[in-house]
């Protein structure tokens, strides 16, 4: 194989680069701004500050409070913070029911697994045919002793747009604290939890051009839930560890950057979107999952039959695409997709699946290249014993 003329990062879900903005705004924090936040003398206080000023940035893109915003090590961190902690919180009032839906992330799925063991018993919602939940179907899973309802705001493989503030209406109005990983629809679609009824929110920096290791859990003041890291008293004494200072400053760079023209970057990157799907369709024998409208302006994910989606992702790479054949945490596990299974794409089919997802660092040109290699690549496979 000869080496790729180009690189085609088409793999944003999974993880993105650190914008140069970002990268500038953290660097004096590693060398020169290093003190720590919580000592007295003026380096510390000037860490501080900083910390400061990056939760009032966050809270001010999401509509919340600076004392609503957590700092995390991440997504994952966050959404195990936000489900362990309220269950074990409100299991003391006998409040020992969860609500979640089938295709979330394994961040949520697997806390969820980990609270079953503990006694909890957990609903999973459907999720339909068109990867979105169905509000009628969380108000008649709610019972008296239903703690907490967890359902993502964008689904990370196949970008489906819950009806959240639906969801968080239902809830609030029934008792029940509603948490939303929304690390893959913070930058990307217009967020408020206050007018979206969201008591608890998950987020994380690299997903939106931040650093890796760096997140953040939105709590909504009165919200009451168990530690999950215990130790010094940072974070209003709720979320110990020496704060993360050149991480938060670039999580907060990132997330403000990510949320100044949202609809103006959403039409040029769905733009990309809409072009390449529209190229896939051309395709035989190719099936497009979840919703067209209720989607993440950048995501494509696609179903190949006769094809197995991991050897078609690295056939990409040897041409300089990165493209995912599923989400990053089942890669070399060769089992299908959790999320299309949920969907009620068969097995089979669902281990053809290909996800593109585009930032506004794609071009059309990244689209029309993808477009030009898949069809040879797709036959190879297909013709292969
Ligand atoms: C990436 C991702 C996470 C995990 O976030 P980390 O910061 O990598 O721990 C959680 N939920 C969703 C939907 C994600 O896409």
Known sequence: MNTPQRFIYADNAATTPVSSAVLQ?????FCEQFGNPSAIYSAGVRA??????????????????????FFTSGGSESDNWAIKGVARRLAEQGKKHLVT???EHHAVLHAMRALEQEGFSITY????????????????ALRPDTALCSVMYANHEIGTIQPIAQLGAICRQRG??????????VGQVEIDVQEQNIDLLSFTGHKLHGPKGCGGLYIRRGVALQNLIDGGGQEMGRRAGTENTAGIVGLAAAVAAACSNIAAKAEQVSALRNRLI?????????????????????????CFSGIDGEALALMLDLRGICASSGSACTTGSNQPSHVLLALGVPPA?????????????????????????????????????
């Open 176 to 185: 029940v604290l509603f948490h939303t990983d929304a690390v893959q629809a």
């Open 48 to 69: 501080k500050r900083a910390v400061e000023q990056a939760r009032a940035d966050i809270a001010a893109c999401l509509g919340a409070q600076p004392e609503e915003i």
């Open 349 to 385: 089919l669902a281990r053809g699946a290909l996800r593109l997802t585009l930032s506004n660092q794609n071009t059309q040109e990244d689209v029309d290249e993808i477009l030009r290699v898949l069809p040879d690549i797709i036959h190879q496979l297909r013709s292969m014993p």
């Open 278 to 302: 529209d190229g896939l369709r051309d395709l035989p024998d190719v099936r497009l999952n979840g919703d067209l409208i209720h989607r993440l302006p950048g995501n494509v994910n696609v």
């Open 25 to 29: 705004a953290m660097l004096p924090y």
């Open 101 to 103: 839906s089938k295709f």
């Open 125 to 140: 919602l459907q999720v339909h045919e068109n990867g979105l939940v169905r509000p009628e179907e969380l108000a008649a």
